[in-house]
């Protein structure tokens, strides 16, 4: 399954380098050149945010091997490397998407959980990742099932679940922290027979990920670089403040 790591990878150009690299207790954050990604914290520990043991400079497409790593936080910023390099605004707007230059935007549009509820209502639907307000705009129209690893509530469901619950299903969500667990590829393969979406502020938003069955890729760019930086250090504000979220559809 490391083909679909592999070709995020080798779609980095080889000259692009890490200028910043932040471990942070929430948030981990590569900026390269004027761009930047992020992706969730796996440091279980909470510990102070800390700047990564890894040499600033370094070829971008090195850190980014790093999601290949059983170790989950150095996997963390691997995948933020690649977003670093995936989730710039000129290549958003390259693939399509309207990325205003304004910070603060209305992204209600571009919240697959509300955009496409009409679309669920009476399906079977399984998300995995208890995202927030799920069960209000969901569980009301819908057959839903959540999968969640970390913080379960009344009703989820655990991970191995999946094996039963996504081949069954109309509708799949995917929660970006599960391609740092390297669970993605096979949560695809399960879900084969849906409309499949990758969601979370780690996703890459790329069309190699429709190349492996991603119907809808809901991500999320990174506007203001050095708040995101700021947010990755624990100095205040939340990463949601400082970007947008986007959506693109395979065609």
């Not at 590569?30 to 440091?43: H, L, N, P």
């Not at 307000?133 to 969901?138: A, G, K, T, V």
Request: hydrophobic residues 40%.
């Amino acid at each position: 399954m490391w083909e679909f790591y592999d070709e995020l990878i080798e779609g980095i150009d080889p000259l692009a380098t890490a200028d910043r690299i932040i471990s942070g207790g929430k948030n981990c954050f590569v900026r390269s050149g004027d761009t930047a990604g992020t992706s969730a914290s796996f440091d279980q520990t909470w510990r102070q945010p800390i700047l990564a043991r890894k040499e600033i400079g370094m070829p971008l497409r090195d850190l980014a091997v790093c999601v290949k790593s059983w170790d989950y936080q150095e996997a963390a910023l691997g995948l933020a490397a690649i977003n670093a390099w995936y989730n710039g605004i000129e290549k958003a707007r390259a693939l399509g998407l309207d990325i205003p230059d304004r910070l603060h935007t209305e992204d209600r549009s571009q919240d697959p959980f509300i955009q496409l509820q009409r679309d669920i209502a009476g399906k079977k639907v399984t998300v995995v990742g208890h995202f927030p307000y799920i069960d209000q705009l969901f569980g009301p129209i819908c057959d839903l099932a959540v999968i969640e690893k970390f913080l379960p509530k009344d009703g989820d469901y655990p991970e191995q679940a999946a094996e039963y619950l996504l081949p069954d299903s109309d509708y799949v969500f995917i929660s970006s922290y599960t391609l740092v667990e390297k669970v993605f590829p096979h949560y695809l393969e399960l879900a084969k027979n849906a409309v499949v979406i990758a969601v979370g502020a780690g996703t890459p938003i790329t069309p190699i990920l429709h190349s492996y069955g991603v119907d809808y890729i809901a991500g999320f760019v990174l506007k203001d670089i050095e708040a995101a930086e700021r947010v990755a250090l624990g100095l205040g504000g939340s990463m949601h403040g400082v970007g947008q979220k986007i959506n693109l559809k395979r065609a």
